[in-house]
């Protein structure tokens, strides 16, 4: 099945199994994150090149899967170790992905906070950022 073969393209991501993900998203996908919305194959691939140039390594653990009706929905946590964030020590982003498939991938959203993923790792920017979450909590 097409989210089993995406799955396990993404549990280890690299710059050498591009290929091989690219293969499951038709050509006109549309890939959309809080960042970024991206429209085609080619924008994806380019995408990921840019986003895996300074990582050290990432990984994607998915925690559960809900299939139905040529979606999914994939709960996962992400680690990676980036040559520029948190003095290269891993990073762990919780997030989910909905997907809308026939034969390959044509949609793909990611959602995640944002904040965990950059803004917590800059040292001026994190320090506010954590202070800001936690004030807001109480």
């Avoid at 840019?50 to 390594?57: M, P, R, V």
């Avoid at 925690?63 to 994939?74: G, R, Y």
């Avoid at 809308?100 to 800059?122: A, E, G, I, K, P």
């Amino acid at each position: 099945m097409i989210i089993e073969h995406l799955k396990a393209q993404y549990q280890s991501l690299n710059t050498e199994n591009l290929s091989a993900l690219m293969a499951l998203y038709t050509p006109d996908v549309e890939f959309r994150d809080p960042l970024h919305q991206i429209s085609g194959q080619d924008q994806l691939r380019q995408y990921f090149e840019k986003l895996l140039t300074n990582t050290l390594s990432c990984e994607f653990e998915f925690h559960q899967s809900i299939i139905q009706n040529q979606q999914a929905t994939l709960s996962w946590t992400m680690s990676f170790s980036h040559r520029q964030l948190n003095r290269q020590r891993p990073i762990h982003v919780e997030g989910c992905s909905w997907l809308r498939f026939n034969q390959l991938v044509y949609f793909h959203r990611d959602y995640f906070d944002v904040s965990t993923l950059l803004h917590d790792q800059l040292p001026l920017l994190g320090s506010f950022s954590k202070w800001l979450k936690n004030r807001s909590g109480q």
